[in-house]
C-alpha cells in the first residue's frame, strides 16, 4: 500500500461519513464524537508505529487499519441508536461489510487488503487467534492498541465535559452508581479478558480498561503512553465516585503493580 493510496483511502472514508450528515450538513454528535476517536485512534497508532521503529511501507498499512477500525460505528448508530454490540450487532464485522460493499480497499493489493480487514474485524474481539499470520497480528494488535489508548482519552474527555451525563450511550447507557460485578473484578485482577455479558455498572466499565493495563497492551510504546497519559490514576479517582467496593482497590493495585514490572524491564 502506498501513501497514495492512503490518500485516496482517506477521500473515500469520508464521502462515507458525510452521508451521516443533517440536512444543515452538520455530523450528529454521537457520530461526530467517532470521527474524532478514528482521527486520534490513526495518530496513536503512528506513535506507536515509531517507537516499536516499523519501517515506512509498514506503517501505511497501519494507518489504513486504524482509518477503518470503526467504519462499521456510523450505520450501527443509524439503525440500533446504540454502540452496545451485544444489543445490536457487532461493528466490527459491520465495519468489514461497509469496506466491501463500498469498495473502500478498491486498487489495494490482495495481501494488505486482506490484512486490513482482519484487522478490522478482530480489533474487538476478546482475543487474537494464536495462529493468526504474523503481519495481520502486528497490524491487528496495533489497531487494538490504538483504539484502547485513545478509549482511555474519550472517557476522560467526555466525564469531563459533562457529555457522559448528556449522553450515556457513550458508556452502554449502564448504571451510574453501583459496585462492580465480582465476576469483572476477578477478570481483571487476574489479567484474563473480561465477559461483557457481566457488565452491569458504570464501575464495570470502566474497570474492563483498568484490565487493559493488566497484559491488554501488547505493544510497549503503547502501555508507555498509557502511562505517561495517567490512564491508572485516572480510573482510580473515577471509580472512587461510583463505588466504595474493594475490588476497585484490588484491580488498580493489579494494574499498578503489573506497570511497574513492565516499566522495569524497559
Not at 32 to 37: E, P, R
Not at 74 to 100: C, M, N, P, Y
Not at 112 to 141: F, G, I
Amino acid at each position: 500500500m502506498t501513501r497514495e493510496f492512503l490518500e485516496t483511502l482517506t477521500r473515500r472514508y469520508q464521502a462515507y461519513v458525510d452521508r451521516f450528515r443533517d440536512e444543515a450538513g452538520h455530523l450528529p454528535h454521537l457520530h461526530q464524537l467517532k470521527v474524532d476517536h478514528t482521527l486520534c485512534v490513526v495518530a496513536d497508532a503512528q506513535r506507536i508505529m515509531a517507537g516499536e521503529g516499523w519501517a515506512a511501507s509498514a506503517q501505511v498499512a497501519g494507518e489504513a487499519c486504524a482509518l477503518l477500525h470503526d467504519v462499521g460505528r456510523h450505520s450501527q448508530l443509524k439503525e440500533f441508536g446504540t454502540f452496545r454490540d451485544a444489543a445490536s450487532i457487532d461493528h466490527a464485522l459491520r465495519g468489514v461489510e461497509v469496506i466491501e460493499s463500498e469498495r473502500l480497499l478498491e486498487g489495494c493489493g490482495a495481501d494488505t487488503r486482506k490484512r486490513v480487514l482482519t484487522a478490522v474485524a478482530l480489533h474487538n474481539k476478546k482475543d487474537v487467534p494464536a495462529t493468526l499470520e504474523a503481519e495481520a497480528a502486528l497490524l491487528t494488535h496495533l489497531v487494538r492498541d490504538a483504539d484502547k489508548l485513545d478509549i482511555f482519552r474519550v472517557l476522560e474527555t467526555v466525564i469531563a465535559d459533562g457529555s457522559l451525563e448528556r449522553n450515556p450511550e457513550i458508556a452502554w447507557g449502564l448504571q451510574v452508581q453501583g459496585a462492580p460485578s465480582p465476576e469483572v473484578v476477578a477478570a481483571v485482577s487476574m489479567g484474563r479478558s473480561v465477559d461483557y455479558g457481566h457488565v452491569r455498572t458504570l464501575s464495570d466499565f470502566v474497570l474492563i480498561q483498568v484490565g487493559w493495563l493488566i497484559g491488554g497492551l501488547r505493544n510497549a510504546t503503547a502501555l508507555r503512553l498509557a502511562a505517561e497519559r495517567k490512564a491508572l490514576e485516572f480510573r482510580e479517582v473515577f471509580l472512587k465516585t461510583l463505588s466504595s467496593d474493594p475490588g476497585v482497590d484490588v484491580c488498580c493495585e493489579a494494574a499498578r503493580a503489573y506497570m511497574g514490572r513492565q516499566a522495569g524491564v524497559a
